[in-house]
């Protein structure tokens, strides 16, 4: 597609229960990045990936946390036992190219989580 | 600690002012970009600066990268309420994109 398509837009999950969001990144878009937007507006890198091998996974909480981006599939970002500070904005990014050259990265709209 | 600090934090002024948002590290970045972000939507590159010193312009908006490729600004001239929004400025650190905390700016009309 032309553009990063996540979803869902909202999900609500009580506190222990499991959440999971996908991400379709842009066609031809060799790189995916997860991140989290809380309160303050910052935005926490969590992992990225080159095609379905991880990049980068320095900024997930492993304890919980998963993600995987196979094939002729979705990319997913699964929380297990959601925690009320999971509560936030999970933005997607896919990229052309990174690092030899200053890729751009192109944002879905993000998937708002609200743990109760 | 934040590896790109951004200030001001919030910024709030009148149709028609200027304004000046700084990006600051103690680290080297080969390059720096700067994002806008819209309520509820994700955040939009706008610039990408990539030579020590270099100066970019973007219609109102001018970017600025450090001699030493560690700070770049954001001026805008005569803000409209349009310009309204979250600006982040980003680098490639490792093998990930890290952003500053962001400075939200409001112009009222």
């Known amino acids: 597609g032309e553009e990063v398509a996540q979803t869902p837009k909202h999900l609500v999950r009580g506190e222990g229960q499991k959440a999971k969001l996908y991400c379709a990144p842009i066609?031809?878009?060799?790189?995916v990045f997860w991140y989290q937007q809380v309160l303050k507006n910052e935005f926490k890198f969590l992992i990225s990936?080159?095609?379905?091998?991880?990049?980068?996974e320095t900024g997930m909480p492993k304890e919980r946390f998963s993600a995987k981006c196979l094939p002729n599939s979705p990319c997913s970002l699964e929380i297990q036992a959601t925690k009320l500070e999971d509560s936030a904005v999970y933005f997607c990014?896919?990229?052309?190219?990174?690092?030899?050259?200053?890729?751009?990265?192109?944002f879905g709209e993000g998937s708002r989580l609200t743990v109760l | 600690t934040q590896l790109l600090e951004q200030s001001p934090q919030f910024l709030s002024i009148q149709e028609g002012e200027n304004l000046t948002v700084y990006c600051n590290s103690s680290?080297?970045?080969?390059?720096l970009q700067w994002y806008r972000q819209e309520p509820g939507e994700g955040p939009v590159l706008l610039v990408t600066?990539?030579?020590?010193?270099e100066v970019k312009k973007l219609k109102r908006l001018t970017f600025q990268f450090g001699d030493a490729r560690k700070d770049s600004s954001l001026h805008i001239t005569a803000a409209q309420p349009g310009d309204t929004g979250l600006y982040l400025c980003?680098?490639?650190?490792?093998?990930?994109?890290?952003f500053g905390a962001g400075t939200i700016l409001r112009v009222k009309s």
């Open positions: 990014a896919s990229s052309q190219s990174f690092g030899s050259s200053p890729g751009e990265l192109f």
């Open positions: 066609k031809g878009h060799s790189y």
């Open positions: 990936f080159q095609n379905e091998n991880v990049f980068d």
């Open positions: 680290s080297v970045f080969s390059s």
């Open positions: 600066v990539v030579t020590g010193g």
């Open positions: 980003a680098g490639e650190y490792g093998n990930k994109l890290v």
